[in-house]
């Protein structure tokens, strides 16, 4: 098994941080998957989805502090924090590309905050996860 000095130091740290964000959007897919069937087969009203979306940015968000701070095993906050702030940058990046109306305000800031904090807090969990 590596340390944590071996992970730091060489290139396998990206791997750690690719893992986590790839858990996060495998996470966030199934859920919307799950979201689009409720949403089609039942009388769910379509006015959640900007609620939901924002619920599984932050869950997803979580997930992947927690799955880097628990390869890590140290400065889980940190970590955390930057797959936040890789993550957050992926979705504003697909909203740019596919949203047609889509700016960066308040609104978007905002939740890329939330989901910095939330990364970090995955982080800090990720590290105390025996």
Same mark, same amino acid.
Request: with cysteine; proline share 2%; net charge positive.
């Given at each position: 098994?590596?340390? +944590?000095? +071996?992970?730091? @130091?060489?290139?396998?740290?990206?791997?750690?941080?690719?893992?986590?964000?790839?858990?996060?959007?495998?996470?966030?897919?199934?859920?919307?998957?799950?979201?689009?069937?409720?949403?089609?087969?039942? +009388?769910?009203?379509?006015?959640?989805?900007?609620?939901?979306?924002?619920?599984?940015?932050?869950?997803?968000?979580?997930?992947?502090?927690?799955?880097?701070?628990? #390869?890590? @095993?140290?400065?889980?906050?940190?970590?955390?924090?930057?797959?936040?702030?890789?993550?957050?940058?992926?979705?504003?990046?697909? +909203?740019?590309?596919?949203? #047609?109306?889509?700016?960066?305000?308040?609104?978007?800031?905002?939740?890329?905050?939330?989901?910095?904090?939330?990364?970090?807090?995955?982080?800090?969990?990720?590290?105390?996860?025996?």
């Amino acid at each position: 098994m590596k340390s +944590n000095k +071996n992970i730091e @130091k060489s290139g396998s740290i990206i791997w750690v941080y690719v893992k986590a964000i790839l858990a996060a959007c495998i996470f966030a897919l199934l859920i919307f998957i799950i979201m689009a069937l409720l949403i089609t087969y039942t +009388n769910i009203s379509e006015t959640i989805i900007p609620m939901m979306a924002s619920i599984v940015m932050v869950i997803s968000t979580l997930i992947s502090g927690m799955v880097v701070g628990a #390869k890590t @095993k140290r400065k889980g906050w940190l970590h955390g924090a930057l797959v936040g702030v890789v993550y957050v940058l992926l979705i504003i990046f697909m +909203n740019w590309v596919f949203v #047609k109306d889509f700016s960066i305000g308040s609104p978007a800031l905002l939740k890329s905050l939330i989901g910095i904090i939330a990364g970090g807090i995955g982080g800090m969990i990720g590290v105390n996860l025996k």
